[in-house]
């Protein structure tokens, strides 16, 4: 005797070896014995074989017209036995019952299951909802076709072009224009990523670039609310005697800082460190401050920059020359002879700017020699940095005084081996670029005397009030390093913590706040040590163990670092751009690290790290040619044509090793469309009503 039963939402085929009272053992055609529970046998037959009985009832099951058979059906619960009568004749054959069973399993649209071989008529309108459901799924599936078969023939259907990113990035894999990618691909059997480039999805590397970093971190634009900053409430008195100055490059409108400096020849200099003062308008919670908590920071980018805040509110704050500007100011007391710090003082005021200086035009006049010689001349001075050429020269004996204490606290000089880069493309004028502009490269030696002057006292003043919120119990946003070691990094907490790099007791970023979200934050906690003093933990905005302190570290963190990865990605584009642009093919390079099958280089008069084929001695120095430029992929490789010298000795390579970041090399682009998603697609007639 056969069986027809059902097992695991399958309908099986068998002979029956032994039967108990409420199961049977069967041998199925492959020859495999299994346990049937009595229940789940529907059809007891002794011919034909199943496999033919099977066979010739799905044939029959196919021709059904099923809307026929859902009116034949009975009212009520029915058995597949009673179908088939009312549907084929009154006595049907065995494959007639076992067409009309299958019939009913595989359309559940029409019939719902009662039981093993029951059934129930669904409703009319819920079989004229799942017909249009069908419908939709076959449209939707010719669709897919249709869209694949256009990107394997080079072009790129228009909702695949809007939803590009999506679909590379962060896909609804059920979306028909990922299927269709991911289909196009299979059948091409190209990437992705290429596919879509051949079909003109993208429509530069460099518009790739940007409108992915939108996407993923602008996903509503980069455009403002409409903001109105408040003005300062408070009545702060006026810096007296003050005459302050900013340095900065020309490009930079948030113009956060300002130094002056008071008594020169008296034998006590006071040296003031003046920070602009949103944060004596701006309150947490405030719409402003939810558009900078957003943000986290200034993006920057080669020809380009999106703000943290409005540009009419940085207008605002920012310390433009001409005028008294509300700031937070640290004013720190020298020995004029020894140099000694002598002591510190944080007030609330008003400041007169009286020179915003710029380095790009001031780094040919204001070298080492004018500032340490008053008798040595310089052509074409402008007459701000003339007058402030007694001030900036005290600022920079006083720099390298300042950096000279920190690396004894460091243990070994910082290293200023590489030059700083500066990148302007040609004709922008601050518009978004397009990607195909004139580069133009230049470079600035780091410690240069206008750096250093601003460098060393931006820590002056971010350590001194790092420590001051420490001592005074108030928390704040640190960076902090245990040690130089290799493998210890920089990190950020809410603790006044050595940082070992820069060779100071506490380092609290707090001289950025109009471009910088952590310094803002921090200077509301400074505001109140300087309103408060002893007592500032209480009424500090921010209180120990705060949460939400703890919520603005973590999303800094986060964003900064993505920030800093898009600015290092964009200088790469640009330097490869640069490079076809000036029709460079060879390069002389430094090796700096083994690779597997090669070595890492880095340029020695271009901001650019890349691999060569193989092994090199670490500290060679080589000329390569250089390979295919990728510039959706940011990549280049290269060759080496010959060796320029010997290498140097690991000691001298090791030197300064740690302290900076390595670039990154660029690689693949990590995508998120993965051709084994959608194998087959589903069959549209066997969809199941929700």
Same mark, same amino acid.
């Given at each position: 005797?056969?069986?027809?039963?059902?097992?695991?939402?399958?309908?099986?085929?068998?002979?029956?070896?032994?039967?108990?009272?409420?199961?049977?053992?069967?041998?199925?055609?492959?020859?495999?014995?299994?346990?049937?529970?009595?229940?789940?046998?529907?059809?007891?037959?002794?011919?034909?074989?199943?496999?033919?009985?099977?066979?010739?009832?799905?044939?029959?099951?196919?021709?059904?017209?099923?809307?026929?058979?859902?009116?034949?059906?009975?009212?009520?619960?029915? =058995? #597949?036995?009673? !179908? /088939? +009568?009312?549907?084929?004749?009154?006595?049907?054959? &065995? $494959?007639?019952?076992?067409? *009309?069973?299958?019939?009913?399993?595989?359309?559940?649209?029409?019939?719902?299951?009662?039981?093993?071989?029951?059934?129930?008529?669904?409703?009319?309108?819920?079989?004229?909802?799942?017909?249009?459901?069908?419908?939709?799924?076959?449209?939707?599936?010719?669709?897919?076709?249709?869209?694949?078969?256009?990107?394997?023939?080079?072009?790129?259907?228009?909702?695949?072009?809007?939803?590009?990113?999506?679909?590379?990035?962060?896909?609804?894999?059920?979306?028909?224009?990922?299927?269709?990618?991911?289909?196009?691909?299979?059948?091409?059997?190209?990437?992705?990523?290429?596919?879509?480039?051949?079909?003109?999805?993208?429509?530069?590397?460099?518009?790739?670039?940007?409108?992915?970093?939108?996407?993923?971190?602008?996903?509503?634009?980069? =455009? #403002?609310?409409? !903001? /109105? +900053?408040?003005?300062?409430?408070?009545?702060?008195? &006026? $810096?007296?005697?003050?005459? *302050?100055?900013?340095?900065?490059?020309?490009?930079?409108?948030?113009?956060?800082?300002?130094?002056?400096?008071?008594?020169?020849?008296?034998?006590?200099?006071?040296?003031?460190?003046?920070?602009?003062?949103?944060?004596?308008?701006?309150?947490?919670?405030?719409?402003?401050?939810?558009?900078?908590?957003?943000?986290?920071?200034?993006?920057?980018?080669?020809?380009?920059?999106?703000?943290?805040?409005?540009?009419?509110?940085?207008?605002?704050?920012?310390?433009?020359?001409?005028?008294?500007?509300?700031?937070?100011?640290?004013?720190?007391?020298?020995?004029?002879?020894?140099?000694?710090?002598?002591?510190?003082?944080?007030?609330?005021?008003?400041?007169?700017?009286?020179?915003?200086?710029?380095?790009?035009?001031?780094?040919?006049?204001?070298?080492?020699?004018? !500032?340490?010689?008053?008798?040595?001349?310089?052509?074409?001075?402008?007459?701000?940095?003339?007058?402030?050429?007694?001030?900036?020269?005290?600022?920079?004996?006083?720099?390298?005084?300042?950096?000279?204490?920190?690396?004894?606290?460091?243990?070994?000089?910082?290293?200023?081996?590489?030059?700083?880069?500066?990148?302007?493309?040609?004709?922008?004028?601050?518009?978004?670029?397009?990607?195909?502009?004139?580069?133009?490269?230049?470079?600035?030696?780091?410690?240069?005397?206008?750096?250093?002057?601003?460098?060393?006292?931006?820590?002056?003043?971010?350590?001194?009030?790092?420590?001051?919120?420490?001592?005074?119990?108030?928390?704040?946003?640190?960076?902090?390093?245990?040690?130089?070691?290799?493998?210890?990094?920089?990190?950020?907490?809410?603790?006044?913590?050595?940082?070992?790099?820069?060779?100071?007791?506490?380092?609290?970023?707090?001289?950025?706040?109009?471009?910088?979200?952590?310094?803002?934050?921090?200077?509301?906690?400074?505001?109140?040590?300087?309103?408060?003093?002893?007592?500032?933990?209480?009424?500090?905005?921010?209180?120990?163990?705060?949460?939400?302190?703890?919520?603005?570290?973590?999303?800094?963190?986060?964003?900064?670092?993505?920030?800093?990865?898009?600015?290092?990605?964009?200088?790469?584009?640009?330097?490869?751009?640069?490079?076809?642009?000036?029709?460079?093919?060879?390069?002389?390079?430094?090796?700096?690290?083994?690779?597997?099958?090669?070595?890492?280089?880095?340029?020695?008069?271009?901001?650019?790290?890349?691999?060569?084929?193989?092994?090199?001695?670490?500290?060679?120095?080589?000329?390569?040619?250089?390979?295919?430029?990728?510039?959706?992929?940011?990549?280049?490789?290269?060759?080496?044509?010959?060796?320029?010298?010997?290498?140097?000795?690991?000691?001298?390579?090791?030197?300064?090793?740690?302290?900076?970041?390595?670039?990154?090399?660029?690689?693949?682009?990590?995508?998120?469309?993965?051709?084994?998603?959608?194998?087959?697609?589903?069959?549209?007639?066997?969809?199941?009503?929700?």
């Amino acid at each position: 005797m056969f069986v027809l039963f059902e097992e695991a939402g399958k309908y099986l085929g068998g002979r029956v070896l032994s039967e108990a009272e409420a199961s049977a053992q069967v041998e199925l055609e492959t020859g495999k014995r299994v346990k049937v529970k009595g229940a789940n046998i529907v059809l007891r037959f002794e011919k034909p074989a199943p496999a033919e009985l099977m066979a010739e009832a799905r044939a029959l099951a196919a021709g059904m017209d099923l809307d026929l058979a859902w009116e034949f059906a009975a009212e009520g619960e029915f =058995g #597949f036995a009673d !179908l /088939a +009568a009312d549907y084929f004749s009154e006595k049907p054959t &065995l $494959a007639q019952q076992a067409a *009309a069973l299958f019939a009913l399993f595989e359309a559940p649209h029409y019939f719902r299951r009662a039981g093993k071989g029951r059934f129930k008529k669904a409703p009319a309108e819920i079989v004229q909802q799942a017909l249009a459901a069908i419908e939709k799924k076959k449209a939707i599936q010719a669709q897919i076709v249709e869209w694949a078969g256009q990107l394997a023939e080079g072009v790129c259907p228009a909702p695949i072009r809007e939803q590009l990113y999506k679909i590379l990035f962060k896909p609804d894999k059920n979306a028909p224009e990922y299927k269709a990618v991911v289909d196009a691909a299979r059948a091409t059997q190209r990437p992705p990523l290429d596919l879509l480039e051949r079909a003109g999805a993208i429509d530069s590397p460099y518009q790739f670039h940007w409108r992915r970093f939108l996407f993923e971190n602008f996903p509503k634009g980069t =455009g #403002f609310p409409a !903001l /109105a +900053a408040p003005a300062v409430a408070d009545d702060l008195p &006026l $810096a007296e005697g003050v005459q *302050a100055f900013s340095i900065d490059d020309s490009q930079t409108t948030e113009i956060d800082d300002a130094l002056s400096v008071q008594g020169l020849g008296s034998g006590t200099i006071t040296v003031g460190v003046h920070i602009a003062a949103p944060g004596l308008a701006l309150t947490p919670g405030s719409a402003i401050d939810a558009v900078a908590r957003a943000r986290m920071s200034t993006v920057y980018m080669p020809g380009y920059k999106i703000t943290m805040l409005p540009d009419e509110v940085v207008d605002t704050y920012t310390l433009l020359e001409g005028g008294d500007r509300p700031a937070v100011s640290l004013y720190a007391r020298f020995d004029e002879a020894t140099l000694e710090l002598q002591g510190t003082e944080t007030k609330l005021e008003r400041v007169p700017i009286v020179a915003n200086l710029r380095h790009d035009q001031l780094d040919a006049v204001v070298t080492q020699p004018w !500032l340490e010689d008053a008798t040595f001349a310089s052509d074409n001075t402008p007459d701000a940095a003339a007058k402030l050429r007694a001030p900036l020269s005290f600022l920079f004996r006083l720099a390298k005084h300042l950096k000279a204490q920190r690396e004894v606290v460091r243990g070994k000089p910082e290293n200023f081996s590489r030059p700083d880069y500066n990148f302007r493309l040609v004709g922008n004028d601050g518009a978004e670029p397009t990607g195909n502009e004139q580069v133009q490269i230049t470079t600035r030696q780091r410690g240069a005397p206008l750096d250093l002057i601003v460098s060393e006292a931006m820590i002056l003043a971010n350590s001194s009030w790092g420590g001051w919120l420490g001592e005074l119990g108030v928390p704040g946003l640190y960076r902090s390093q245990a040690s130089l070691a290799p493998g210890i990094k920089v990190r950020m907490g809410t603790r006044a913590l050595p940082h070992a790099g820069l060779g100071v007791k506490s380092y609290a970023w707090s001289t950025s706040p109009l471009r910088r979200y952590t310094d803002l934050v921090n200077q509301w906690q400074i505001i109140a040590a300087a309103r408060h003093g002893k007592t500032a933990a209480l009424a500090a905005p921010f209180k120990p163990k705060d949460a939400d302190l703890f919520s603005i570290l973590s999303g800094f963190d986060a964003a900064y670092a993505t920030y800093n990865g898009y600015q290092g990605g964009m200088e790469r584009f640009w330097t490869l751009k640069y490079l076809q642009q000036q029709g460079i093919t060879e390069l002389e390079a430094t090796v700096i690290k083994d690779i597997p099958n090669g070595a890492l280089v880095r340029a020695d008069a271009l901001p650019l790290v890349f691999p060569v084929a193989g092994q090199q001695e670490r500290g060679a120095r080589v000329r390569v040619k250089l390979g295919e430029i990728d510039e959706i992929a940011l990549d280049v490789s290269g060759t080496v044509l010959e060796r320029l010298d010997t290498p140097q000795t690991d000691a001298a390579t090791d030197e300064g090793a740690g302290e900076d970041d390595e670039e990154e090399v660029a690689g693949p682009i990590a995508i998120a469309v993965d051709l084994s998603d959608s194998e087959a697609a589903p069959d549209p007639t066997t969809t199941t009503p929700a």
